[in-house]
């Protein structure tokens, strides 16, 4: 607590304690403790923060814009993959108190914190009657994060750095010698790029915020990356096994797949919705925090789990017991898998192809569809959804039709992003148009031909033919068939048997530690 006053004071984040005006409503503020870990999941510090209670600021009064961007897990992935096949370091950097380096754009007050002295001068009134003005943005402030974004965007950018909007937490600049590209996530600044480049951005930013060199990285955001000879594994076993302890799943009995093949009858379906006069589970069950918990696993290194957890969250608002139960068989799953993650080769030609696939009627209670696409880039999956359609698909062709549609607005948006990285960088392009790949002939035609009205087409809206039509014409895109069986994009539209889930695991790159 001391170290982190003694920060505040550094920063100059603390004005004089003054009477509180009278139109003022001083915000609150609170002592938050946490233990920061490792990538071996051992406590290495234990950290106290001073967080001003935000929720009371005022719309408007104390405050007008907060969003600020950071980088996402799609991007930090194809990094991974682009340091991989270009042979570049990896070094991590985390800015101390980063939030307090930002200024403030309104005139901000907080209630005086225990420890802080009233001056001799003030001190016939009571405390309460006095607040300090705050000279900087602080922890737990609604705007406090999108002014440290625009302090180290604007100081990077006066450095010679560019972004854009597609990538706003995205910093690269090109020298002689080579390139460096700074990935920001809030304070945390993964430096990917050439030897020399990588040292020279260390001093530029410790010239100007306090930093600690974190060396290789190993550990960020959760994520486990193992650099190895061959290329480099990403997983989170550490988080599963926390996960599992903190559902007492940590002694289960593995299962080889999350989920159990479904039952074609709809009444036998054990992912039905609650039915009259079945009990719904109480609070006392944490199915919701379940499913927060294994969202992130699968947003991040587990796309395997990715159509169990998808189907498993429409329940959130009733869930049964027959649904908790899929719950623990995902965390069965994972209990025998908790070293598997996205091994990205160095050996591998970087090339992005995507596959798309529609699972039609997967939820026959609602009579809708599945969507799931997968892209991989160097064989290895960066970007994956399993989603269920909006629309009522009337055959398994519209299903799919839709499903490209999804998979094709990924894929601009794929190649914008990855278009910006390499030329940015000075690094050759493949101009080529990325292939997606679909297991239906007929649909891949109708995206080919555009929209053509008949029986069998005329409810589809043409908006689904027409825009990915476009993209074949811009040689954005190019649309190819593969059979069912090799279709990588199966993995997220149904539950498949043992055998076929791990031909498509081992497809779009996952492997375990142990085996590397």
């Not at 070293?339 to 529609?358: H, I, Q, R, T």
Request: glycine residues 6%; proline residues 4%.
């Amino acid at each position: 607590m001391q170290a982190e006053l003694d920060s505040l004071n550094k920063r100059k984040v603390f004005g004089p304690i003054v009477i509180t005006p009278k139109v003022v409503k001083p915000v609150g503020y609170k002592w938050a403790f946490v233990r920061k870990r490792n990538e071996n999941n051992e406590v290495i510090r234990y950290k106290a923060r001073l967080v001003a209670q935000g929720f009371s600021q005022r719309p408007g009064i104390d405050y007008d814009e907060t969003y600020s961007p950071v980088m996402d897990a799609i991007t930090f992935r194809y990094l991974i993959s682009l340091a991989v096949s270009k042979n570049l370091e990896m070094h991590l950097m985390d800015v101390v108190t980063a939030y307090l380096y930002g200024s403030l754009d309104s005139d901000i007050y907080m209630k005086v914190p225990e420890g802080f002295k009233i001056p001799n001068a003030l001190s016939s009134k009571p405390k309460e009657m006095y607040s300090i003005k705050l000279q900087r943005s602080l922890y737990g402030l609604k705007q406090s994060g999108r002014m440290w974004y625009n302090r180290l965007s604007d100081y990077l950018k006066s450095k010679g750095y560019t972004n854009n909007l597609i990538c706003p937490c995205v910093f690269i600049k090109k020298t002689a010698s080579g390139f460096v590209i700074i990935a920001v996530y809030v304070d945390d600044l993964n430096i990917i790029g050439t030897h020399k480049e990588i040292h020279e951005v260390i001093t530029l930013l410790k010239n100007e915020f306090e930093m600690k060199n974190l060396g290789k990285t190993k550990y960020c955001l959760g994520l486990q990356i193992e650099h190895m000879p061959n290329g480099i594994l990403v997983h989170q076993s550490n988080y599963t096994e926390r996960l599992l302890k903190r559902f007492n799943m940590e002694n289960a009995n593995f299962l080889s797949t999350p989920m159990v093949v479904r039952s074609l009858n709809v009444d036998n379906d054990p992912f039905r919705p609650c039915e009259d006069g079945e009990e719904v589970l109480g609070s006392e069950v944490p199915y919701l925090s379940a499913i927060g918990a294994l969202m992130y696993l699968t947003n991040c290194t587990r796309p395997d789990i990715s159509f169990a957890v998808n189907l498993l969250a429409r329940f959130s608002s009733a869930p049964t017991k027959r649904h908790w139960n899929g719950i623990k068989h995902i965390f069965r799953y994972l209990r025998g898998n908790t070293d598997l993650g996205l091994f990205y080769p160095n050996d591998s030609k970087e090339e992005l192809v995507g596959y798309a696939d529609a699972g039609y009627l997967s939820d026959p209670h609602k009579a809708r569809s599945q969507t799931g696409y997968v892209f991989l880039n160097g064989g290895t999956a960066i970007s994956w959804r399993s989603q269920k359609q909006t629309l009522v698909a009337t055959s398994s062709n519209h299903a799919e039709v839709i499903a490209l549609h999804e998979a094709s607005r990924e894929c601009v948006w794929l190649r914008s992003m990855t278009t910006f990285i390499l030329t940015s960088c000075g690094l050759n392009e493949d101009r080529s148009p990325t292939t997606i790949y679909e297991d239906n002939a007929a649909c891949i035609s109708q995206m080919k031909e555009g929209y053509i009205k008949s029986d069998r087409t005329k409810h589809i809206p043409p908006r689904f033919f027409s825009y990915t039509q476009d993209l074949i014409k811009d040689n954005q895109v190019e649309m190819r068939y593969v059979s069912s069986s090799n279709n990588s994009a199966d993995l997220f539209t149904k539950a498949l048997p043992t055998t076929i889930f791990r031909k498509r695991v081992h497809d779009i790159g996952m492997r375990h530690v142990q085996t590397m």
